[in-house]
């Protein structure tokens, strides 16, 4: 059976939306570990518009290219397969990946980070150069572990080429990688260097770049997940009637920066579940704190750039003024299963990636075709 | 076809934990309206362990009985059908509603509130009294709007009988009803009084006082949900990257204050949906922002309460001194739909209490035995 | 040698200008006590404009005259020396104490109050009747501890008064009272009821009614003044660079409801100094905390409710958007010392009342005209 | 009359206390102008024990060596003359400037920065270096504005020398210069670089780098003076009864990243005074609000750090484990006025530079020995 080639072009206006402007969009990825030791990946996608994304499935054997500004051509071939939630690029038909996991466990997410400013001097361009902007399929479809992503980084040059044809925006992307081991990578572009950077609590949100976030977590480090109920004032015994008041610290805003706080504090104290089963359903409450309905939030800078950037009528989908979770991912890093939940839907769908070691033709489904409506239970009493 | 009767004698200590102690049970209840005027009601359930609830359905003629200390028992059919979240006393084997839906969709809630203290001088011991604990299912059985509820409670005294034999707690609640109308209401018995308010907001939570509260959200007058994400300082242009920036003001704290402000803000600024579908996955991205995992916050005298309340070996409910949502419930007022989501469910399973008129009998089912797995979806990548 | 009779007749506009409201004036009041358990009392005045205040002296033997409505006038003759900032009313010539100590260290602070409402079924009009407003004359003449005055109280009816010819407004404040013993009192007209409430806490701001503010310290058990500057999460070990981490949950509004958190907070945790001169640069350094420049925030309701209140041409001072610390107040209960800074000055002067022992005359002398420019050190370096 | 020489040596470890550890001293510099155009200098100085604090005056002429390590000594003469706070270096019989004004209206601020990382490599030996703990002396007798201190820089090498034999710190500051213009720069050594930076909203804390303040204002673009103090929401009508809520977004924390925000948001919207005496009251409650009181926040790793770093007996200050506010300066740039407070007087004392044109001999005075009382005004009565 004939494994189809995925060609990667420039991308087209569809997938260039994902990255408009500094501020269309958002997206949380966090990890959690249960009490065994075993991992799961959570990732939101908020954008102020839908996006026609798929869940793709690249078999093991899938020929991938990825082409750079004017550089030589990379072009390379799975060696394992993956799931995947793609943005189709419509001028090649291609697919770009924006959130994935592979048959080894390894997780890719594909996250907004407007200041995005690689290295200008390249290598020479007789050397195959990736473009950024398929970082996700050369990652899940060549390699088992984040160590060994960060070892072929040392020797594949990567090229942020630009998204639009005038070159204006240069894919405003940074990325986060994580193993079955656990172990947790970020590859940033910013001040013009390619930063592939340890990621030891598994959060990453979006700008500032990655270490402004990591020195900020010093600001918390009266954060405790035990509540403080009593307290002794002037001979006055205060009591806090309910129990919850150890958030209290936390910072309620939506941006990057407290959705990065707030992520490291419920990754890092949420109960570790006994088992996969008790793992997702903690992590899928972790995720739901992050769940952003239209309207909680409106940002009027998103019209303009939009109007501004692109050509009229390249899109149909509907912008709002307000940035929304628009598809929940929960990934059993162990077990090789993605779980999704889009806005139009109160329920996750579950694929799982094992069941599918006999397909071996690359398939696409909408997204918006598998996410189901709640579970009819009246029958329960109508029987 | 004879109609079971349903006793109400005095709570048994399994309902008790319902309401052990200040620190022990929090929920968050609140209204949201579509575009169309329509009215939806979402809840949480909050505790520190799990009770063995069920999901009763009663049919219309269902006869009930409550019985307050030494008083004359008040005996009442129900006029109405009503689905219900119940917890069963185990002397009786009755059952008492902590949340219920109607055919006339309204909706009762019932919420912890420890300062519970009702009128100590009642009406003549000739009267029939009903007791606190038996409101559910007087009225989600008896009425259809909350006008009628308010209107009835001039005539019928109310009696807040103690939970435990040695009289030491005094069914520990309040109450919040709405109605298809959009009208909401709040019963509580605070400083010897019955208040009987109306709630403009729709929201309700625990203590302090409902009125506490109100008075409390001048405090937010700020709020807003628009970002402001520029400023001009000193000839500096500041712009924040992200959008999201409007919740900055928001309480963080997971207690009951906290989350009343955030419940009134999340309901008044969520998008007006469209349709019903849409307004029920709007309602479920709400909740969500309420659902809290096991481990966030943790209060180490909730085991203490417990031992000192509860007589040795009368649960055998693991205690955790973590408080997490047990089961948040969406209910659509006007299609009398109610979906529930339990702690060890990624998903909300769906009842449709019209679908149910043709049963006439009392059903009950337990809610773990409804709360499915996720949706399997595989199978659209393996076909 | 005669004294003068102080005459105490209806409020002329002057006067009244100190409760326009509902937004009009704010004020923080606070006891502080050293390592020897001695008690100094600070309070700043917040108003958006400057009323004519006099720092005014009466000695024992001073004959004081309230007038309440129709009711029998209260006359009273001071048996204790005091010194207090007061506010001259047009009419009569009279004027209206608003921060007080006597010779016994009995302090005495009026404080907006905009929902005051008083009694309204008073005794029967043959008693004499103290009108609100000169409760700080009555207090700081006749009494020598807060005990003394709660006993009072209970005697002494005490009305309510309009402070303008049409009624509208009632006397807009509440009163606060130290003593040297450390004991603080709040009196306030709130619902229809006299409250005569011990504070145990010593701080009081203005609304809500005191007992909500009280059941808002329980939202705050988890201050603490220790810096939890470390924490480790997840293998990674995160270190608050700065000192002062311990203050971050505490409200930054400087509303009443913000000011009454901090008052407690800064009260309490403030080092005990270890003797009188100590503890009032202590108590100096606590006030700094609560002293808000003009521009700092500014509420436009200001200007229309002056407008809406005030007949025109009454007075001519300027109106301010924005709410400023007039002057902050320290108070030595055991020295009886009176310390004094005003908003165009940056420094305290200091009044003894123990010093004017031989001084038998009533003294008025302007705010304005005792309050020094910096201590001028030049010439130490220019000998 | 001759000048005396001023040497600069090695720093002992008095002076090196003022810099022992990541979290032991703490500072806030900000500027102010009024409505003239004219700049208006504050800043504070905060440490958990007193140092042998002197006001020193130098005149022009005076002569100063720096000596950095091996590398030839730095000899200048101060062509303008300055006031500034000064901390002896008992080995030398030195004196390092902490905080300083010239004739010309340029201020210098020496403020906390333990991260401090200057380059390695530096120029050749032959070239004279300056030790960068003499950058205000060198700073204030030579330049008249920061243009002029920016250009020289260039020029000038600057050497992190360690403040201790053991060479384990260096120099752990970090420096902010005004000039009576209104421009201000931020010289700070990190990351091995030298960083000169303009600072264009005149605010310095401490760590972390400049840069990352200036990022993390972008997390306050919602900030403003206006008090938003109605809102209507659900057709209920909130209403905060007082003013001041416009505050509620700014941090309460009093490390260097809440101090910054909020000197920040002080400095630039307290009113512009209409004239100096205006502008220095103002500055005066500005500054106000940056007063720590010993007690308010303590910090146990203070104690373990100066046991660590100093030699047993080298100094007899007592050690607070609580940061608090040494003392405040206030400078008129426009007239070269310098006004300190100390933690022991509750007032300001006054210094005019101009006044001292003709003293041509360095004076130093102790700190302590010009803090005065409170100015005593019961002379006022007792006439």
Redesign the interface.
Known sequence: MPIPRIKALALSAAVACTGFA???L?CTSLLYSDANGKFYAGRTMEL?MELPYK?S?FPAGTSFGSEADKHHKLDFTARHAFLAVTVPDRVSHDVKVAEGINDQGLSFSLLAY??TEGPTHMVDKTHAILAAIDLGAWVLSQFSTVAKVKEALQEQPVLVTPLLPAGLMKTPFHYTLHDASGKSLVIEFSGGEQNVIDN???VMT???EFS?HM?????????????????E????E??????????????????????FVRA???S?????AKDP??A???L???M??F????????????RDEIANIMAPGVTHSRVYT????SWTS?MDLQKKHL?LRT??????????LQ??A??SEV?H?ELK??A???????S???R
């Open positions: 500094p501020a269309a958002a102020p869940v499935y407007a200041s030891p609590l598994g979006n700008g500032p402004w020195t900020n977590m010093n600001n918390y480090t009266h954060l405790t997940n035990i509540d403080q109920s009593k307290l004032l002037g001979g006055v205060l009591a806090q009637p309910d129990s919850g008041i150890a958030t209290a610290g936390l910072p309620a805003s939506n941006t990057s920066v407290g959705r490291v504090f419920y890092q104290f949420a109960e570790k089963a008790g997702i359903t903690t899928s409450r972790i739901n704190n769940d952003r309905p239209r309207g909680i939030t409106k940002d009027n800078r998103f307000s940035e929304y979770t929960l779980y806005y139009d839907s109160v329920n996750f769908i579950q694929v799982d069941a599918l006999h397909v398939r489904v075709d598998i189901h409506s709640p579970l009819e239970a009246t329960a009493f109508a």
